[in-house]
């Protein structure tokens, strides 16, 4: 039995939901089962794999507005009163990578929350490029919408063994971005981790404030790691979101590691750097326990 289908048999031995009750259907649309389409070329064995001993994995979906919004968690098996965490995906969904960091969390003994944010707008594993995707998902998803469905689990986990003055949020790319607004837009949050998060960028009806247009209000603390080969986030671009912080007084904090792109946490991608990635989830773990999450 290989790692995948015995994390896949773990969710479905767990308090996984079904939506027909059928377990052929449900492996078939199992959050983090799989690797996004648009994430090719996926390297040919991912760098870390986590498993789930020890640990409970499940499905779960919350109802917001109509819509049931799935989730994969992970939180150390047969414990409560858990910090938390919410794990934010890249454009990508929650495909293996995310799950993979959910397993990390929960091993550090977290109730780590992601949530498929783009449910209503269709499904991002199946787009074959980044440009469809963006087209078709990221560019239709409203922040509000986003937003809101993370105060849905931040209220699920209260309900199910979370510790709320022990919350913290992690995001990647798209959700990096995220995570700087939902730690404007949510007092309760403790502390926020952000891998390259765009700072700044164009703005929409759907998304009218990046994370520069918030920093004056920001009281949350939040690490933010970048990579100074990022082309499409440029260093200046940091800085001035820096800069915007410290004039806010928040306590927030950067790190640019110079040798690294874009994604390079990402150990299923050619973009990975272990040594910053690994350094970077150390710093991650660091900044959410001294501030008490």
């Known amino acids: 039995m290989n790692d ?23 492996l078939k649309t199992a959050l983090g089962a799989s690797f996004a389409a648009a994430v090719s070329p996926v390297m040919a064995q991912t760098v870390i794999h986590t498993d789930s001993v020890g640990l409970e994995v499940f499905e779960v ?28 995906s890249e454009i990508f969904g929650v495909h293996a990578h995310i799950a993979d960091i959910a397993r990390r969390f929960a091993k550090q003994g977290y109730l ?22 963006n087209e078709k998902i990221i560019s239709k998803t409203p922040d509000a919408q986003v937003l809101g469905d993370l105060d849905a689990y931040v209220d699920w986990a209260k309900d199910n063994g979370g510790d709320m003055k022990r919350l913290g949020i992690n995001g990647f790319c798209w959700g990096g971005r995220i995570t700087w607004l939902y730690c404007a837009h949510n007092p309760q949050v403790k502390a926020g981790v952000v891998w390259y998060g765009k700072p700044e960028g164009e703005k929409s009806a759907l ?71 690994k350094d970077g989830w150390q710093r991650a773990l660091t900044w959410l326990r001294s501030h008490g999450v």
């Open 112 to 133: 780590a929350i992601a949530p498929e944010l783009f449910i209503r707008q269709g499904d991002p594993s199946a787009y074959p490029t980044i440009t469809e995707l």
């Open 207 to 277: 998304m009218p404030a990046n994370p520069i247009d918030i920093a004056a209000t920001l009281k949350v603390p939040v690490l933010g790691m970048y990579g100074g080969k990022d082309a499409g986030i440029p260093v200046a671009s940091v800085q001035r979101l820096k800069a915007a912080l410290e004039a806010a007084g928040n306590r927030s904090e950067f790190v640019v590691f110079p040798n690294s792109g874009h994604a390079f946490n990402a150990d299923y991608r050619p973009s990975y750097v272990a040594a910053d990635a």
């Open 61 to 88: 979906g919350v109802m917001v507005d109509g819509q049931r919004v799935p989730a994969y968690v992970a939180k150390p098996a047969g414990k409560t009163h858990l910090p938390v965490v919410l794990v934010i």
């Open 4 to 26: 995948v289908q015995r994390d896949l048999d773990s969710l479905v031995g767990t308090n996984a939901l079904f939506e027909d009750g059928n377990r052929r259907a449900f």
